[in-house]
């Protein structure tokens, strides 16, 4: 209850506020117009006892945790150090209105207080920049600014920190801290708030932050805001490669693995985000009805994690991840989400060529990941009607030549993966004929380690 009286102060501290510079504005023009004097004690009392609803209020507000303590206090007192000043106002105009200069000291008085209370009040609620920002060369709401050579910046510090000071301070930095998050340093954002932690290193679609973003614009639990402004594609696909690639806070762009989709996303940062940006094109322009609710509960219940990879369009991810054995039959729990579903995640599953049968259903899809799977190559032929698809991997498959090359009439493909596949290193020139348009990955690169990441030592 405390919480919920707490919550009606920014309503509440507006009504004295006006009303007590009413009375300041009455009190200095009094003299020249005497016909407005009489209503000046009325004025002072309703503001003056306005003002002590704002000040309990406030002090409930408080109590929730979210705000920097220090800067809470100091508004706290200038707010009731106006309460108190209001009615000491309002005794002198009553009770003594044969001392003009004072009662006009006193319009002035009050107005400096309200004028720093309110300030403070602000920079609570927007931060303690927020007068300045607009004045600032700094200021980059509208986007980050050209980045010079970017492979030579640290990403976190360079990037994502920009970022998140940009889109995300105003209610998670050292002023305010809604639901306990704090975002405006690396340990506090490992830490997490009152809902745990903020981020999964090396696991973006696990991260709470990440979800977060991507869910729709009018879902309730979205982030920033829906009044805020808005995290751009090109920012939001920082933010998941830096989860990704373990969250590190020193590292340079160029330490970090890139893949195709976050190159040109550097490169966008390189020149600037105020031109156009290379479009990354594997969320479908068109639009898809929601699906069905019901139907992603009974998906998620499975095991299966569901996910939506837009903030303003219905389409889904789904993950295997977590859903352990019997992948074949579980496969067949997504076909009510068929035309939503655009990105999918097989790793390590126990699936079989009959499965890739049953994805060849999925007509949006434009990213699958099969790795460490016992797909073989007539598996993958089955994929042939799959003409959206972009993102292919096959990494540690027994998948062939061959079977690639019943995949070559799908024109949308820019990736396909294939370390550690069957592939004859010899036919790898006609495989990159057959494929003009799209980058064959053959491994072999050196993948960082993170501290998050998991040793397993075992002994001859």
Not at 319 to 326: I, L, P
Not at 328 to 355: F, N, V
Not at 446 to 459: C, G, N, S
Request: glycine fraction near 8%.
């Amino acid at each position: 209850m405390t919480d919920f009286i707490g919550r009606f102060h920014p309503v509440v501290v507006h009504l004295p506020i006006g009303i007590l510079l009413l009375a300041a504005l009455f009190q200095l023009l009094s003299r020249r117009f005497s016909t407005v004097a009489p209503a000046i004690p009325l004025t002072l009392l309703f503001g003056a006892l306005g003002a002590v609803l704002s000040c309990i209020t406030g002090y409930m507000l408080s109590l929730s945790g979210d705000y920097d303590t220090i800067l809470a206090g100091r508004h706290q007192w200038l707010g009731i150090a106006t309460a108190v000043l209001a009615f000491v106002f309002y005794g002198i105009v009553r009770y003594k209105a044969t001392i003009p200069k004072l009662a006009d000291s006193m319009a002035l008085a009050s107005i400096g207080l309200i004028t720093l209370t309110g300030h403070l009040g602000g920079s609570l609620t927007h931060g303690e920049d927020y007068l300045t920002v607009s004045l600032s060369s700094e200021n980059t709401k509208a986007g980050l600014p050209p980045i010079p050579n970017i492979q030579e910046a640290v990403l976190y510090t360079d990037v994502v920190q920009p970022i998140l000071k940009n889109r995300c301070y105003s209610c998670h930095g050292p002023s305010k801290q809604k639901g306990k998050l704090r975002l405006d340093e690396h340990q506090y954002i490992l830490t997490g708030g009152e809902d745990g932690s903020a981020i999964k290193a090396g696991a973006a679609d696990e991260s709470e932050l990440i979800k977060r973003l991507l869910l729709p614009l009018t879902n309730d639990e979205h982030m920033p805001p829906k009044e805020k402004p808005q995290l751009t594609e090109n920012e939001v696909a920082v933010l998941k490669w830096w989860v990704d690639t373990g969250a590190e806070v020193s590292k340079k762009v160029k330490d970090l693995k890139q893949t195709e989709s976050i190159k040109p996303v550097l490169a966008a940062l390189e020149s600037g985000e105020s031109k156009e940006t290379p479009k990354i094109s594997d969320i479908p322009e068109a639009e898809v009805a929601p699906a069905d609710e019901n139907a992603i509960q009974a998906i998620r219940k499975a095991g299966i994690i569901v996910l939506p990879v837009s903030q303003d369009k219905a389409y889904l991810s789904a993950s295997f991840v977590t859903a352990g054995a019997g992948a074949d039959t579980l496969i067949k729990l997504l076909e009510p989400i068929r035309k939503q579903l655009i990105w999918l995640r097989l790793d390590d599953a126990k699936i079989s060529d009959k499965t890739l049968g049953l994805v060849a259903g999925f007509p949006n899809l434009t990213r699958l990941y099969l790795t460490n799977t016992a797909i073989s190559d007539a598996g993958l032929a089955q994929l042939s009607p799959l003409k959206q698809l972009q993102v292919l991997n096959l990494v540690n498959t027994k998948v062939t030549e061959q079977g690639l090359l019943a995949l070559k009439g799908l024109q949308s493909l820019r990736s396909i993966y294939l370390f550690q596949t069957a592939v004859d290193k010899s036919k790898w020139a006609s495989l990159q004929t057959a494929f003009p348009k799209t980058v064959l990955d053959s491994g072999g690169y050196q993948v960082p380690t993170f501290e998050t990441d998991t040793v397993e030592v075992k002994l001859q």
